[in-house]
């Protein structure tokens, strides 16, 4: 597609609820990665793709995040059991190729994020 | 990472020049300055990128100092919609790892 798509645009969860998360990167975009932003704050790293290996996996918070990208396309970040100060914006980005060559090549481009309220 | 330096807000008059300095002054010699900007409730946007040269594209201009321990964003024609949060960020050469976003400045324009 033209850009990175995620969705819900916005989430409510109580309390302990699962939730799952979707992002569309640009076609042919190697490298997918996740981030947290929390209000007022810059984003913070979650984990990263490239392809459908998960290279990265530092900044998830706790066991309770997971990410897949199975195929190498769409991402999916799920957190089990929601806890209040997981309320953030979750972005997605993707750059077109993972590492190496041109460092224009590298440039992220981000979606608009998915807003988790949790309850 | 080399860590980068931003005040914390500026305000800039509509139509003037809106220049976002930034300070980075343990970067290494493979590592690019990437400027980000982010308006309220979407997600950043890739501005412009440089490694020693002073570089100018359709959005943007960013000036490097000779020794590469800062940076000045200059935006010639600021509008009402530059309105944002502007991240300074810098970045090996060829990395295809995670950007690391500071605090970034929030630049105001007035009318």
């Given amino acids: 597609g033209a850009g990175v798509s995620q969705s819900p645009r916005y989430k409510v969860a109580k309390r302990g609820q699962d939730v799952a998360l979707r992002c569309d990167p640009i ?13 007022g704050q810059g984003p913070e790293f979650l984990t990263y793709f490239q392809n459908e290996a998960q290279l990265d996996k530092s900044g998830l918070p706790s066991d309770r995040f997971f990410a897949e990208r199975p195929e190498g396309s769409v991402s999916t970040l799920k957190i089990q059991r929601t806890q209040q100060e997981d309320s953030a914006v979750y972005l997605c980005a993707s750059s077109l ?15 608009a994020g998915s807003r988790l309220t949790v309850l | 990472d080399a860590k980068t330096t931003q005040p914390p807000s500026m305000d800039c ?16 010699g493979n590592e690019y300055v990437y400027w980000y900007r982010q308006i309220h409730s979407q997600g950043p946007q890739y501005i412009i990128h440089g490694l020693k040269n002073n570089e100018t594209n359709e959005m943007a201009s960013l000036i490097i100092t000779e020794d590469r321990k800062s940076s000045t964003l200059i935006l010639p024609h600021a509008t009402l919609r530059d309105t944002a949060v ?15 976003f500071g605090s970034g400045t929030q630049l105001t324009v007035l009318p």
């Fill in chain 2, 86 to 100: 502007y991240y300074c960020i810098v970045r090996p050469s060829g990395s295809a790892r995670q950007l690391t």
């Fill in chain 1, 97 to 111: 190729i993972g590492g190496g060559r041109s460092s224009g090549a590298n440039v992220l481009t981000f979606g």
């Fill in chain 2, 13 to 28: 008059a509509e139509g003037r020049a809106a220049n976002l300095p930034c300070n980075h002054s343990t970067i290494s």
């Fill in chain 1, 27 to 39: 076609s042919g975009h190697v490298s997918l990665f996740w981030y947290q932003q929390a209000l």
